[in-house]
């Protein structure tokens, strides 16, 4: 848990470009994308990365929904969870915008950065196109 | 290169102990370990100690002395952190260590205090084995990672929450008789069915509980042993550690576990057996889901199919590959730094008739250990035979 004063490189700033619609993505030269704060390509270790815009839309992979939170979402619970995939990369992300019970595999999202009832702080998440 | 013999154990009950300090619980393991072994502390030349948490729960870093003057042992010791694989990897170091020549005695363990933070601070500390930027704070509790791959399970090659549930019925049933286990009564069907949901599609009893122990083994090179006449007839033959990336959403596989698979790999070449020479196993089964993606990745069954094998009594104790004869960390508990270790243990003493469950594995000679950190982004196996 940050206070306001502090911001994690890299990861803070994705969360604004996201806010702001232009969230990206990492890619190397040999085409392996990722997500930030990072250096290195993970997959080969090329040190050559380039922001790449993001996919509009994504795909549910697979959700839960979550009953037992962490005290940083108590009050959020129930919340569903996903990991979605958007072009190179997959995401995990609170799936906001919809009946937890009615999220499912396949369904298509877009990012959208919303905040925890709990804490108050940014949250990723993804919401039904 | 030295065989390695396994010359004593040690466990604490595991459960519920909010008032008891991991230097307390760990001191106990180790005696029993000690007594067990006939090993005299002054032999000892390092002590290799699993934790994870102990800075959230006891305010404690810097683990390796503390622990060393607990047990009572003058010698060189060091903390291993790899979340839930903390011991496991202390394990494997430890052979690697004797082996090479390094050492003739170590004490290996490790300890975990995590109930006197509470069900939520449990769950927060916990959550930290995940990537903190990209999945705890965007809400992933450690249940909803296992939950995640669950469900992408569940989508790929079927089954359903019934079947996971005959594996938290097999493992209370194997508990039963572990006076050590935290559990030690039977569940249904139904009861699991039942329970409430932490993160579904995984409910109360598809999860293995908060749990505070300690577990230590004194581990000796074939000549030491020898030389003082030890009874140690079980050697860890065999040594394998497979890593992955951090991040579930960054793995190839959603519902695999290729870490696993890679350090079970490993282990079968390094002790030269195969999957169809492992006699019964010790899985990392933190949550149902866990015990089919690590039968599977260990090779004792197909994918896809690991996850009927409970339900088709293929398992259980009188199945022809039981799993989790102790209990697994699902009735035994899981006091995450102190499970690899406590899973050495239990293999060693079901391998020499031991174990109140050892009737079930008569004539046995090849068990393995199967320890996982965080959604299985670390992972150590290790095969234990009887030495002839
Ligand atoms: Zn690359």
Same mark, same amino acid.
Do not use: M
């Given at each position: 848990m940050n206070d306001s004063e502090t911001r994690d490189a890299g990861f803070d700033e994705w969360l604004d470009a996201a806010e702001e619609d232009r969230a990206y993505y990492l890619a190397c030269p040999n085409d392996h994308g990722s997500l930030p704060p990072? &250096?290195?390509?993970?997959?080969?270790? +090329?040190?050559e990365l380039e922001d790449l815009e993001l996919p509009d839309s994504g795909e549910i992979k697979t959700f839960t929904v979550t009953h037992v939170p962490t005290p940083a979402f108590e009050e959020d619970a129930p919340y569903a969870t996903a990991v979605a995939r958007f072009g190179p990369v997959r995401i995990t992300g609170q799936v906001v *915008? %919809? /009946?937890?019970? /009615?999220?499912?595999?396949?369904l298509e999202v877009e990012i959208e950065v919303t905040v925890s009832e709990t804490t108050g702080e940014r949250v990723l998440g993804f919401s039904p196109v | 290169m030295s065989d390695v013999r396994v010359a004593g154990v040690g466990l604490t $009950?595991?459960? !519920? #102990?909010?008032? &008891?300090?991991s230097r307390d619980l760990f001191a106990e393991a180790s005696i029993t370990a000690f007594e067990d072994s006939g =090993?005299?502390?002054?032999?000892?030349?390092a002590l290799l100690y699993g934790n994870f948490m102990g800075e959230l729960s006891?305010?404690?870093?810097?683990h390796g002395p503390l622990m060393a003057e607990a047990a009572g042992v003058r010698a060189p010791a060091t903390r291993y952190e790899s979340a839930c694989a903390s011991s496991g990897t202390a394990v494997r170091d430890a052979v690697m260590r004797i082996r090479n020549g390094e050492d003739d005695v170590i004490l290996v363990g490790g300890a975990e205090r995590m109930t006197n933070l509470g069900t939520a601070g449990a769950t927060e500390a916990l959550a930290i084995? #995940?990537?903190?930027?990209?999945e705890v704070r965007a809400g992933m509790t450690f249940p909803g990672a296992y939950a995640l791959m669950a469900q992408a399970y569940f989508d790929e090659y079927g089954g359903e929450h019934e079947d996971l549930a005959h594996i938290a019925v097999k493992n209370h049933e194997n508990a039963l008789? !572990?006076?050590? #286990?935290?559990y030690q009564s039977a569940i249904e069907v139904s009861d699991v069915l039942e329970a409430p949901q932490v993160s579904s599609p995984l409910g109360l009893y598809d999860s293995c509980p908060i749990s505070d122990g300690a577990a230590a083994v004194v581990l000796t090179s074939e000549e030491y042993a020898e030389e003082h006449g030890l009874?140690?007839?079980?050697? %860890?033959s065999g040594t394998g550690q497979g890593g992955d990336r951090m991040?579930?959403?960054?793995?190839?596989?959603?519902?695999?576990s290729p870490a696993a698979r890679e350090a079970g790999e490993e282990a079968y070449a390094d002790a030269g057996v /195969? $999957?169809?020479? =492992?006699?019964f196993a010790e899985v990392?089964?933190?949550?149902? %889901?866990a015990e089919v993606l690590a039968i599977e990745s260990l090779d004792l069954f197909p994918i896809g199919e690991g996850i009927s094998a409970a339900r088709d009594g &293929?398992?259980? +104790?009188?199945?022809?590959t039981p799993i !989790?004869?102790?209990? *697994?960390?699902? #009735?035994? *508990?899981?006091p995450v730094g102190a499970t690899g270790a406590s899973q050495i243990a239990e293999v060693t003493k079901l391998l020499s008739g031991?174990? $109140?469950?050892?009737e079930f594995v008569e004539g046995a000679t090849t068990g393995v250990a199967h320890n996982a950190g965080g959604t299985v982004a670390s992972a150590t196996v290790h095969v234990l035979e009887v030495s002839e």
């Open positions: 990072r &250096r290195v390509c993970p997959d080969c270790g +090329a040190t *915008g %919809i /009946d937890p019970e /009615d999220v499912e595999t396949g | $009950p595991f459960g !519920n #102990a909010p008032k &008891r300090t =090993v005299s502390r002054d032999d000892v030349d006891e305010h404690q870093g810097h084995a #995940a990537d903190d930027l990209w008789n !572990n006076e050590k #286990a935290q009874e140690a007839p079980v050697s %860890i991040a579930l959403h960054d793995r190839e596989y959603l519902a695999r /195969d $999957p169809a020479d =492992v006699d990392h089964d933190c949550f149902t %889901i &293929r398992t259980t +104790a009188d199945g022809e !989790n004869l102790s209990g *697994g960390l699902k #009735a035994k *508990g899981h031991k174990h $109140p469950n050892s």
